[in-house]
C-alpha cells in the first residue's frame, strides 16, 4: 500500500487522462523456489518484509501483509481469521505468494499486483498503466457528494445531477458518484483506450453501467465538448494531470515505471489540462453548475491569476482550504501540502449555449 501524501482540490463554481503506452522497468532479480521452512501467513509477512527492506521497497510490511492476504482471499491480514495466520500454507499458496513478492521487488505498486484496490468503499479492478486513485482523491469524492447535499437536485427529478468527470481513469470518481447518488447520471471522458476499457469493466462488475456514459475523448482537441451527450452538466470532476513537468523525475520508481505518465505531467507550470477544462467552462456547465478539480498547492495563485485575465469565463476564486496536518511525504511531489480551494461564479448577463 502507498501512503498517498497531501494533495490540493479545487472546487469552481460557473457558468485525464491519457492513454500512451508505457515501457515497464524490471530487477534483475529472478523468482525463487517456495522457500523451504517457511509455512505459515505470519512467517511469510516477516520473511518478505526484511526482504523488502533490504531491497528499500516502501512500505515494507503493508506491502507483505497484502500480497499474503490476498493470496488466503483476504483485503487485509488484519481482516483474516486469527487460526489462519499460523495455518501450513500449501505448496500452490507458497508459490503464488512467491511470484506476487517477485513484482513488489520490481516496484510495481501493489495495487496492480492485486489486480483490484478500494475506492469510496468500492472493489475496482486495477490494470497498469492506468492511474491508481489515491486515497486523498476519496476526500474529493466526499467534497463533491457535500455540495450535491445542498442543492435541490439532491432530492430532484431522476438523472439529477448530471455530472462529466475528465480524465476518468479506472473510473474511481465516477463510479463512487454514482453509487452514492442513485438519481445520478455521468458522462466519463479520458483520452486513454486503457482507461476507457477499465471503466466499463468496473461500471460492469459494480452494476453501474445503465448511468455511466463512458466517452473515448481528447477534451484539449477543438470543439471536443460537442460530442458530449445530454446537454450542459450540474458537475465536471476532475483529477487532471498537474504535476510540473520538472518534478516529473522526482516521482518514486513505482510511479515512473508502471504509470502513464500523461496523466501525471501536466505540462510547464502543470497547467496546461486545467486551463483546458476551465476554458471550456461557458460551454460545459449549467448556469448554477460547479467543477470540482484536484491540483497542486502551487496553483490557486496561478489559477486566479489567469483567470482574472479571462474574465468572459466568469468564475473567480472564493475560498482556499488547506491542510497541514502533517501526514505522510506525498509521492507525486515530495512535501507538498494538501488544500482545497473554491471558486464561485460571476454571471451576469450570461447565458447557456444551446443544445
Known amino acids: 500500500m502507498e501512503l498517498w501524501g497531501r494533495m490540493l482540490w479545487a472546487l469552481l463554481s460557473g457558468p ?17 523456489p517456495p522457500l523451504a521452512g517457511l509455512s505459515s501467513a ?35 491480514f488484519q481482516s483474516l481469521r486469527p487460526a489462519l495466520w499460523t495455518q501450513p500454507l500449501t505448496s500452490q499458496q507458497l508459490q ?3 511470484e506476487l513478492s517477485s513484482r ?33 482523491t476519496e ?4 467534497w463533491v457528494l457535500e455540495e450535491v447535499a445542498q442543492r435541490s437536485y439532491a432530492v430532484g427529478s431522476p438523472g439529477s445531477p448530471l455530472i462529466l468527470e475528465v480524465g476518468c481513469g479506472s473510473g474511481a470518481i465516477s463510479l463512487s458518484l454514482l453509487s452514492q447518488l442513485p438519481q445520478s447520471r455521468v458522462i466519463a471522458v479520458d483520452k ?6 477499465l471503466t466499463h469493466e468496473n461500471a460492469q462488475r459494480l452494476q453501474l453501467q445503465d448511468r455511466i456514459w463512458i466517452i473515448h475523448l481528447d477534451m484539449t482537441s477543438e ?26 523525475e522526482q516521482l518514486a520508481p513505482e510511479i515512473r515505471s508502471y504509470e502513464d505518465p500523461a496523466a501525471l505531467d501536466g505540462g510547464e507550470e502543470g497547467m496546461d489540462i486545467i486551463t483546458h477544462i476551465l476554458a471550456l467552462a461557458p460551454q460545459l456547465l449549467k448556469d448554477s453548475g460547479s467543477i470540482f478539480l484536484e491540483v497542486d498547492p502551487r496553483h490557486p495563485e496561478l489559477v486566479s491569476s489567469w483567470l482574472q485575465s479571462r474574465p468572459e469565463l466568469y468564475l473567480n476564486l472564493v475560498a482556499v482550504r488547506k491542510d497541514f496536518c502533517g501526514r ?15 471558486f464561485c461564479p460571476s454571471r451576469a448577463g450570461h447565458q447557456s449555449p444551446a443544445w
Open 139 to 142: 476526500e474529493l469524492v466526499e
Open 16 to 32: 485525464g487522462r491519457g492513454g500512451s503506452t508505457l515501457g515497464w522497468a524490471f530487477s534483475s532479480w529472478q523468482p525463487q
Open 104 to 136: 513488489r521487488l520490481q516496484r510495481m505498486p501493489v495495487q496492480y499486483i492485486l489486480g483490484e484496490w478500494d475506492f469510496q468503499g468500492l472493489s475496482l479492478r486495477m490494470v497498469p498503466p492506468v492511474f491508481i486513485p489515491r486515497p486523498e
Open 223 to 248: 470543439r471536443s465538448w460537442t460530442h458530449l451527450p445530454w446537454g450542459p452538466v450540474d458537475l465536471v470532476v476532475s483529477n487532471p494531470p498537474y504535476i510540473f513537468h520538472q518534478d516529473m
Open 328 to 342: 505522510s511525504p506525498d509521492p507525486l511531489l515530495p512535501g507538498s501540502a494538501r488544500a482545497r480551494v473554491s
Open 192 to 197: 486513454g483506450e486503457a482507461a476507457i476499457s
Open 42 to 76: 505470519t512467517e511469510l509477512v516477516s520473511h518478505w518484509t526484511r526482504v523488502f527492506e533490504k531491497r528499500g521497497i516502501p512500505e515494507a510490511r503493508e506491502s507483505s501483509e497484502y500480497i499474503v492476504a490476498h493470496v488466503l482471499g483476504a483485503k487485509t
Open 96 to 98: 503464488c505468494i512467491q
